[in-house]
């Protein structure tokens, strides 16, 4: 009998925390966004303030949880999650359990960053019969799938670091790095590079962030849509990113 009772203790012990993981909220007024951004990185803090107080203005609270891009996918796919924090305009096409909300908390890209003044970019197709050494962030899904139509695999090489990739083009062992713009602009920014002769070349792609709620959630997204747009024009989005130290080179 004892043990049984261990056990029950055990249980409801363990319940919440198993609940909490998989993304279930404990009251309605609770709203779970998953998302692969670290949460004290300077993305994570932006998005962290701006989704705190869009849904207090809504009467709910926000809850931020950080996973691997797939586990996020699976979460709000399968509604464990009420869905994902920030994804690209498009994410919906794939993954139809989610329904995107109107507004961006922010427009991004794919940029080049060089040291030759002489290269200039504009778009992906603007690499096709150049020559350039071209080297990108590994695990950056954009460049992995458009660089190869445009760039000859000899030409072609994937970083783990921004940082490299800089020293790489000031060293000249490399003619053009491209990434994800918010990488890129504050490794470009730093103390290490800002006084560098490393320059923007030219933007690749261009694209809007936003969240993504759960099907079961569809009415709250026109809501939420509406509340985005009213702290934007108020001068909340520049006040966070301000704070967050967020550095962008896409403004809205």
């Known amino acids: 009998m004892k043990n049984v009772i261990k056990v029950f203790i055990m249980l409801l012990l363990v319940l919440p925390l198993i609940m909490n993981d998989s993304g279930i909220s404990a009251t309605e007024n609770q ?30 609270m926000f809850v931020y949880k950080q996973y691997p891009a797939k586990r996020a996918s699976f979460m ?23 329904i995107r909300v109107g507004e961006p908390h922010w427009t991004s890209g794919f940029i ?11 778009g992906w197709e603007s690499l096709k019969k150049t020559d350039y050494r071209v080297n ?74 936003h969240a993504f709620l759960h099907k079961k959630h569809r009415e709250l997204v026109p809501k939420l849509s509406d509340v985005l747009k009213e702290m934007k024009k108020g001068g909340l989005f520049e006040k966070y990113r301000n704070t967050a130290k967020l550095m962008t080179y896409f403004k809205d």
């Open 76 to 98: 709000s796919d399968s509604g464990k999650a009420d869905g994902e924090l920030s994804r690209i305009h498009s994410y919906n096409e794939v993954h139809p359990n989610v």
């Open 136 to 209: 990108y962030r590994r695990g950056i899904k954009g460049c992995e799938v458009n660089l190869p139509k445009v760039v000859r695999p000899e030409r072609l090489e994937k970083l783990d670091k921004v940082s490299r990739g800089y020293k790489k083009l000031l060293a000249a062992r490399a003619d053009i790095f491209i990434g994800s713009e918010m990488d890129m602009v504050s490794v470009l920014k730093s103390d290490e590079f800002g006084n560098s002769d490393l320059r923007i070349a030219g933007v690749m792609e261009r694209f809007t962030g």
């Open 112 to 122: 080049a960053v060089a040291a030759d003044p002489s290269v200039q970019l504009d």
């Open 31 to 60: 709203i779970v966004l998953v998302t692969q951004k670290h949460q004290e990185s300077p993305a994570g803090k932006f998005l962290d303030m701006v989704y705190t107080e869009a849904f207090k203005r809504l009467g709910m």
